[in-house]
C-alpha cells in the first residue's frame, strides 16, 4: 500500500542552524502539507501546498519557515533559523483531492530537537 | 476556532470490551476524520464521514456525527491490547474541501489484556 515517507526520522540541532526536513508523498496525490505536533499538545497545521504554491498558511508559518517541492517526489520544509521551541515532530501530509474529501494521509514524522 | 475536542482525556478498559470516544467542534464542517496515533509515532488514518453521514462503519470501528450537537462519536467494539492508542478526531472546514485539518487533544485509550 502507498504511503508517504519522512526523512530523517530524528534531527538534532543546534538554536540557529537551518533544517530540512524531507517528505516523498503518494505519487499520485495533489495536495501537500505540513503540521507539527509539539510534546503533548494537539497536532496544528503549518501549511499546504499545490500546483507548486502555498494554498493555506497558519500563524505559526512566519518568515523562517519555507517549503519546497524540488522535484516530481519530494516536498521539504525549512527552517532557517531554529529556536528553542521549534522542537516539535513535524508531519507530512498528502491528499489525491480527486474527491469531495479531504483524507489525508500522513507520514511517520520527524522528530525535531532544537538544542 | 474550528477545533475539536475530545473526551475523555483518557480512558481505560479490559480487553473485550467496547471503547467510545467523543468529539465535539464549534463551526460548520465538511468532514470529520478520525485518527489514531500509538506513542511517538505518526498519524493513522481509521475513518472519514462526511457533513451529510450521520453514520459510518469500518470493521470494528463505528463512528457517528451529529451536526445539529456539533459532535461525533467512535466505537471500538471488542477492543484489543492492540487499541492502545491516541485517538484524534479533525475537522475540515466546510467550503475548505482540500485545507487544513484541526485536530483535538486526543483521547489516550488503554486497553488492558
Known amino acids: 500500500e502507498p504511503e508517504v515517507t519522512q526523512t530523517p526520522s530524528h534531527q538534532v540541532t543546534q538554536m540557529g542552524q537551518e533544517v530540512i526536513l524531507r517528505c516523498v508523498p503518494i505519487?499520485?496525490?495533489?495536495?501537500f502539507y505540513w503540521y507539527r505536533q509539539i510534546l503533548g499538545q494537539k497536532v496544528e497545521f503549518l501549511v499546504s501546498?499545490?500546483?507548486?504554491?502555498?494554498?493555506?498558511k497558519s500563524e505559526i508559518f512566519d518568515d523562517q519557515f519555507s517549503v519546497e517541492r524540488p522535484d516530481g517526489s519530494n516536498f521539504t520544509l525549512k527552517i532557517r533559523s531554529t529556536k528553542l521551541e521549534d522542537s516539535a515532530m513535524y508531519f507530512c501530509?498528502?491528499?489525491?483531492?480527486?474527491?469531495?474529501?479531504?483524507?489525508?494521509?500522513f507520514g511517520p514524522g520527524t522528530r525535531l530537537t532544537v538544542l | 476556532s474550528q477545533q475539536g475536542e475530545e473526551d475523555p482525556q483518557a480512558l481505560s478498559i479490559q480487553e473485550g470490551e467496547n471503547a467510545t470516544m467523543n468529539c465535539s467542534y464549534k463551526?460548520?464542517?465538511?468532514?470529520l476524520q478520525w485518527y489514531r496515533q500509538n506513542s511517538g509515532r505518526g498519524l493513522v488514518h481509521l475513518i472519514l464521514?462526511?457533513?451529510?453521514?450521520r453514520e459510518k462503519h469500518s470493521g470494528r470501528l463505528r463512528v457517528t456525527l451529529d451536526t445539529s450537537k456539533k459532535s461525533s462519536s467512535l466505537l471500538i467494539t471488542a477492543s484489543r491490547a492492540a487499541d492502545t492508542a491516541s485517538y484524534f478526531c479533525?475537522?475540515?472546514?466546510?467550503?475548505?474541501?482540500?485545507?487544513?485539518?484541526?485536530f483535538g487533544r486526543g483521547t489516550q485509550l488503554t486497553v488492558w489484556p
Open positions: 464521514i462526511r457533513s451529510n453521514e
Open positions: 505519487s499520485n496525490h495533489l495536495y
Open positions: 479533525a475537522t475540515n472546514d466546510r467550503g475548505s474541501n482540500l485545507g487544513r485539518l484541526y
Open positions: 501546498f499545490y500546483n507548486n504554491e502555498i494554498s493555506e
Open positions: 501530509a498528502s491528499s489525491d483531492g480527486t474527491s469531495r474529501s479531504n483524507e489525508q494521509f
Open positions: 463551526t460548520s464542517i465538511n468532514n
